[in-house]
């Protein structure tokens, strides 16, 4: 049986996935630089699969010189 709750984020639990403090996500969300974010009234939740899709579009790649 596939739990899908388990994948569905709060803010805080988001942050802490990521790193970064709740209030710098809450930053990046207004700026528009978050990842992608489910608006369900005033609650703001987030999929795992898209925390690890803006992870992986933010690695940056060494280039030898």
């Known amino acids: 049986d596939l ?8 803010r805080p639990e988001a942050a802490a996935y ?4 709740a209030s710098y996500l809450k930053q990046l969300d207004l700026t528009g ?4 974010r489910i608006k369900i ?9 898209d925390l ?10 060494k280039v030898e010189q």
């Open 18 to 21: 990521l790193g970064i403090s």
């Open 3 to 10: 739990d899908m709750t388990a994948d569905i984020l709060t």
């Open 33 to 36: 630089h978050g990842p992608c």
């Open 41 to 49: 009234g005033r609650l703001v939740r987030y999929r795992r699969c």
């Open 52 to 61: 690890d899709d803006w992870i992986e579009a933010r690695r940056l790649i």
